[in-house]
């Protein structure tokens, strides 16, 4: 038979036009999908359509107000940064030297001055959150599932902790020497290599929570995270005691948790210790009202419920303001309101502040649920943005602030020495008076039409590209070394 009779030959994929045109469509897909996800990611939020709200869980209000004591912290860190004497002022009592300034009444200087008060917030909602699932499964009698809970918490807590900071960090010291950026501290090193291996040793020694010395304690390029490995400790504290005390009674359980907050707070200085236990006494009390199995006298307290929380949420607002910018006790009596109260504080509490701030916490934690108002505040859809993004925000706010805040403070007139020298051109570009209400100032208001948006805006990126991805990296490495069920 002749070839020309023959059927034709069937091209094959790669011999075809058929295959160029598969590789645009596969092109085309893959630009789509980075497109979209790009969009995605730096799309803020308030720009998305609104679908219909979620159902809001029972402790959604802890989220909420997680989120609402970060902002204190972007607060507290933007009032001190560009005045020289400010912590001088929103550190010290109303009244301190005959001065009297609205932003340092009591109360009110927590929204000016309350980042200690916030970072003491985190460590009770911490020891909060930590304990629901198991303490559930205590009670549930579900003790093979509590230890397989604790271990995978305590696998995946170091690195959903660490993982954000080291990549923000990093970022951050190479944005110095990549565009030249000044800041004002810490002194960059002469070159990235330096930079580099200072950054390394920094963290590495940063990342053993157990160091007994030193000054590892403190990153000198993210200062403000010190509170990132007190965190981790409170944590492994937490998961200890619940796998201590899972198999003993009701009543021992909750005695041996007052032991402990008493212990680490009047018997020796482990104030953050006091703050986790704290939060799980709180966690474990709630499950048990919902379960109306209180222990008894409990219960006598039921007709005074409003009052006492009531009490306990003023009580806190006070205790909150607490005077720290001495650690000298005999400082905390000279100031209006404090006398009394400053022989409260424990022999074994080096700084006092931390044991007016664990019952500032404490109180604030407890009271919330009781108070409709304030629950409904902190439930609300803004508080629940920032507590979605609230561990990102702590972590980035510094940044911004030390490059871009500094150089909008120096434009509209707030500057230092330093700044005359390293950046000049700066200075006074929009220059803004200084006059108002101390913490209110226009010129201090107006840089923050720029630096609030923008900073929500990076740290709700952070959360999609750092934040959450660590938490799935965590449970996704914690299956992988699981052995297989073949």
């Known amino acids: 038979m002749q070839r020309d009779q023959m059927s034709p030959i069937q091209e094959g994929l790669l011999d075809s036009e058929q295959w160029e045109e598969h590789q645009k469509q596969e092109f085309l897909r893959t630009a789509q999908d980075t497109a979209k996800w790009t969009l995605e990611l730096i799309r803020p ?8 709200r979620k159902q809001i869980r029972g402790t959604a209000y802890l989220d909420g107000l997680r989120g609402f004591a970060a902002m204190i912290v972007y607060w507290h860190h933007h009032q001190l940064w560009p005045r020289e004497l400010a912590s001088s002022i929103f550190e010290q009592a109303w009244g301190f030297r005959d001065e009297f300034f609205f932003s340092t009444l009591p109360g009110v200087r927590t929204f000016f001055a309350g980042g200690h008060f916030a970072v003491a917030v985190f460590f009770i909602i ?6 629901a699932k198991p303490l559930a499964l205590i009670y549930a009698g579900e003790h093979v599932k509590l230890g397989d809970n604790l271990a995978s918490a305590l696998f995946r ?3 959903r902790l660490y993982i954000p900071l080291i990549f923000i960090s990093f970022l951050y010291i190479t944005s110095w020497h990549l565009f030249g950026i000044w800041t004002r501290t810490p002194i960059h090193k002469a070159n990235y290599r330096e930079e580099l291996w200072n950054w390394y040793i920094e963290l590495k020694n940063f990342s053993f929570v157990f160091r007994t010395g030193g000054d590892g304690w403190m990153l000198s390029f993210q200062f403000h995270a010190w509170s990132i490995p007190v965190d981790f400790r409170g944590s492994i504290l937490i998961y200890t005691a619940l796998l201590a005390f899972s198999r003993i009674t009701r009543n021992a359980r909750l005695w041996c948790e007052v032991g402990l ?3 680490f707070m009047y018997i020796v200085d482990g104030y953050f210790g006091s703050m986790f236990v704290a939060g799980m006494l709180l966690c474990e009390l709630n499950l048990l009202s919902k379960a109306n ?5 409990f219960y006598k307290l039921s007709p005074y419920k409003n009052l006492i929380f009531y009490t306990l949420f003023l009580i806190s607002l006070f205790l909150s303001g607490v005077p720290s910018f001495s650690q000298d006790i005999e400082e905390l009596r000279k100031a209006r309101g404090w006398y009394y109260l400053s022989f409260l504080k424990p022999q074994a509490a080096f700084d006092f502040k931390w044991f007016y701030l664990f019952w500032a916490a404490l109180f604030l934690v407890a009271s919330i649920p009781h108070i409709s108002w304030l629950k409904a505040f902190f439930e609300s859809s803004f508080n629940q943005y920032l507590g979605r993004i609230s561990f990102a925000l702590y972590l980035i706010h510094g940044p911004v602030l030390w490059t871009l805040g500094d150089r909008l403070y120096q434009a509209v007139g707030w500057y230092r020495e330093e700044n005359l020298i390293n950046t000049p051109s700066w200075i006074n570009i929009f220059p803004l008076s200084q006059r108002g209400p101390l913490g209110l100032e ?3 208001l107006a840089p923050h039409l720029i630096l609030l948006p923008l900073t929500l805006w990076l740290a709700e ?4 590209l750092l934040d959450e991805p660590s938490v799935r990296f965590s449970q ?8 297989s069920e073949d």
């Open 476 to 483: 996704w490495a914690y299956q992988r070394v699981l052995p």
């Open 461 to 464: 990126v952070a959360t999609k």
């Open 261 to 263: 907050i008493f212990y």
């Open 157 to 159: 807590r170091w690195l």
């Open 293 to 297: 199995n209180l222990p008894s006298f």
């Open 45 to 52: 939020s308030v720009l998305t359509r609104p679908g219909m």
């Open 126 to 131: 911490s020891g909060y959150v930590l304990s």
């Open 442 to 444: 226009i010129s201090f």
